[in-house]
């Protein structure tokens, strides 16, 4: 089926630094998610956007997030200054216009020292 | 708080059928019933979806209760590859837009 990727797979980062996350969607979705996980804990959505634009976002996406996507490119998070609490596992996911399925990438796993 | 509510583990054997249940007991009346599933260093899955009918497809039976307070997911007889995490998840659209909202899941544990 269709394949989401994540790059890179595992990010290791000192607090405060900044971490950019990327993802490569399905060619041909126009709609895109970021959700996080903490170990042991239930998906969290964060952020979608569509058209160059945030949709809508959850209250886990801080000021310190953000996300774009330049000109076809990755569709990228960033987070910028890190902290403890960023430490999870993210994933990407994207979707087609007349679809309703979302497709998701296998996850980066982050760990904020 | 979740909007969905899930057993946190559910062992079966190879062969049988397995029904996962889910509540959602304040679901509005637009917003759709997913089931995904998650096994490990790898993103969620697709496995089916309904709003109030029931649905099957080559995976999965699912079960939509009346008052759409709780459905069921029914695998037919399960292998080891259907072990997994399985998230029931609420879709609720704006404009322009559908969220996903997990719950914890249940671990599903099939043994030989």
């Known amino acids: 089926g269709p394949k989401v990727l994540q790059i890179p797979s595992h990010q290791i980062i000192d607090m405060g630094q900044m971490v950019t996350l990327n993802c490569d969607p399905v060619s041909n979705h126009l709609y895109f998610y970021w959700y996080k996980q903490i170990l042991g804990q239930q998906m969290e959505f964060l952020v979608n956007f569509y058209n160059g634009k945030v949709m809508e976002k959850s209250k886990l996406f801080k000021d310190q997030f953000s996300v774009e996507r330049p000109d076809g490119s990755y569709f990228t998070l960033k987070i910028q200054p890190t902290a403890l609490e960023d430490s999870a596992v993210y994933f990407c996911?994207?979707?087609?216009?007349?679809?309703?399925?979302?497709?998701f990438g296998p996850g980066t796993r982050l760990l904020v020292l | 708080d979740a909007k969905t509510t899930q057993p946190d583990s559910m062992e079966s054997t190879e062969g049988e059928t397995v029904h996962l249940p889910c509540s959602h007991a304040?679901?509005?009346?637009?917003?759709?019933i997913y089931w995904y599933r998650q096994v490990p260093l790898q993103g969620p899955e697709y496995v089916t979806h309904g709003l109030q009918q029931n649905t099957t497809n080559s995976m999965a039976f699912l079960a939509i209760a009346s008052d759409r307070k709780s459905s069921t997911l029914i695998l037919p007889h399960v292998s080891l590859r259907d072990a997994a995490v399985y998230h029931c998840?609420?879709?609720?659209?704006?404009?322009?837009?559908?969220?996903?909202?997990f719950g914890k899941g249940t671990s599903l544990t099939v043994i030989p």
């Open positions: 998840i609420l879709r609720v659209d704006g404009t322009g837009y559908q969220n996903f909202y």
């Open positions: 996911a994207s979707r087609h216009w007349d679809q309703d399925t979302q497709y």
């Open positions: 304040t679901i509005s009346g637009n917003e759709y």
